[in-house]
């Protein structure tokens, strides 16, 4: 009993000195965190102050910097002040200025207008006089001077027109030959002169009756599949193939070539072979019409009007390829109306199609002009287009500046030396002869066949002739190059009288 009493007075004791050294500790840390509350409060207060003063510092500056844009303000101001004042001394000298000169104005105009009055009423004492001398009114006076103003004037007036006349038609005529000589020479395709025959060559002359076959059976099958004729003649190692349809006439030289190259010849092969080679064709025609589109930059074609244009491929006028003549008189075409001002799109189109009709008019009924019109309305063309077509050889009078255009073009491609079916010796020829009729006339200075021969300029010696003499030369000299020359439509005859006096001031 007594032991657990004293442990359980020890326990108290031990309980009493543990809460008394927790209440010391309390205590300590109660003035520890006074303490720190106190610190907490004095650097609150360090602070505090520290903003002021930099609150007060920063506002001190901005407020020195206000003033001083204020006096910086008022400095400009008062420059201002001084400027607007030196202006308005300056303006006040100018109206000062001006209005002694409107009063000098105004002093003038009444000096005029005593002046006007003292001239009105000497010109009206002088009328009266002049009316007594002449025995006429004023008014008939006045009648006479306008009719003899009018008459002088409607003469100046003539004479003016007649200058400008000859100076536009001078001027039209160099401008026109300065573009059309450019435009030739910046458009050079080549042409190829063809015939209505062509020649397949053969390896060796023994070829020749394998081509004719037993009792002739190959060659009728290749003239029946093909429909041109075969020559086989005294010719060496060659095969003479004539038809005035150059598509067939294509075809039954590649059919041909192939059947030598093969060795294989009899009617299966003929016909397998000519089948082949009219695909082939076919081919060749559409990729030439679709080029030629290309070339000439032409979009939106239909493909039949594609396939017809590669036929001009395959045709010729007058021995002229008619697909390459007709791309040089779109570029021809284009160019001109890209000179005038016309529409370049519709010139190189029209120029392109203007001879689709001779794409059907060997196999047709109808000229090439009508087919081709045909031919442009059944594809959609636009009107302008049809009419330059059907204008382009005169069947219609040309009614816009495209269709003159392409009018123009046809003839300068057909008309070239080398387009057609003379040769450039024969042209050269048809030169000199025209040359050597008109020099064989007395007094002839110089002489020059122009315009691929279609004029010739003729200038002769000033003293010999007059104009009635230049004009019976003109008419003499057309006269024997009619009778001595063949020659495609009409040569021109310009006889040129020039006389030219000279001195020199000393």
Do not use: W
């Amino acid at each position: 009993m007594n032991l657990f009493m004293t442990v359980g007075i020890v326990l108290l004791v031990i309980l009493v000195f543990v809460i008394v050294l927790q209440h010391v500790k309390y205590n300590e840390l109660k003035k520890d965190s006074q303490k720190n509350q106190d610190d907490l409060k004095q650097k609150e207060n360090l602070l505090l102050k520290e903003a002021m003063v930099k609150a007060k510092d920063a506002l001190q500056t901005e407020r020195e910097q206000l003033n001083e844009e204020e006096r910086e303000r008022r400095q400009e101001l008062s420059r201002q002040e001084t400027k607007l004042a030196q202006r308005e001394d300056v303006l006040e000298n100018k109206i000062q200025e001006v209005t002694d000169k409107e009063n000098e104005v105004h002093k003038k105009m009444d000096e005029l207008l005593e002046a006007e009055n003292n001239l009105s009423e000497l010109i009206h004492r002088q009328t009266i006089e002049l009316e007594k001398i002449s025995g006429m009114s004023s008014e008939d006076a006045k009648n006479m001077l306008l009719e003899q103003i009018k008459k002088d004037l409607e003469q100046e007036r003539l004479q003016l027109i007649r200058d400008n006349e000859a100076k536009i038609k001078e001027t039209a005529t160099e401008q026109s030959q300065e573009i059309l000589s450019t435009i030739m020479q910046r458009c050079v395709i080549d042409q190829v002169v063809e015939s209505t025959v062509s020649v397949v060559s053969l390896p060796s002359d023994e070829m020749k009756g394998r081509i004719i076959g037993r009792e002739g059976r190959n060659i009728r099958a290749l003239e029946t599949l093909t429909g041109v004729d075969f020559i086989i003649d005294d010719t060496p190692e060659a095969v003479v193939l004539s038809s005035f349809d150059p598509v067939r006439r294509e075809i039954a030289k590649l059919a041909l070539e192939k059947l030598i190259s093969d060795g294989r010849i009899h009617p299966v092969r003929i016909e397998e072979t000519v089948a082949k080679a009219k695909e082939e064709v076919e081919k060749k025609i559409y990729t030439e019409g679709e080029n030629a589109a290309l070339d000439m930059g032409i979009m939106g074609l239909n493909k039949e009007l594609l396939k017809l244009l590669g036929r001009l491929y395959y045709r010729t006028s007058y021995g002229q390829n008619v697909l390459k003549h007709s791309l040089e008189v779109g570029h021809i075409a284009g160019m001109l109306a890209s000179e005038l001002g016309a529409n370049v799109n519709v010139a190189k189109r029209a120029g392109l199609l203007h001879d689709i009709g001779k794409a059907v008019d060997q196999t047709q009924e109808g000229t090439h002009i009508q087919l081709g019109v045909e031919i442009a309305n059944k594809f959609g063309e636009k009107m302008e287009i049809i009419h330059a077509i059907e204008a382009h050889h005169d069947d219609v009078t040309a009614n816009t500046i495209e269709a003159v255009l392409v009018k123009m073009a046809d003839a300068i491609s057909a008309g070239r030396p080398g387009a057609r079916r003379d040769t450039l010796e024969i042209y050269v020829k048809r030169l000199q002869k025209i040359e050597e009729i008109v020099n064989s006339f007395n007094g002839i200075k110089q002489s020059f066949a122009v315009q691929a021969g279609r004029e010739v300029r003729v200038i002769v010696e000033a003293d010999k002739f007059d104009d009635l003499l230049a004009q019976k030369l003109a008419r003499d000299i057309a006269k024997r190059i009619e009778d001595e020359l063949d020659y495609p439509g009409q040569i021109r005859v310009t006889v040129v009288r020039e006389f030219r006096a000279t001195e020199i001031a000393k």
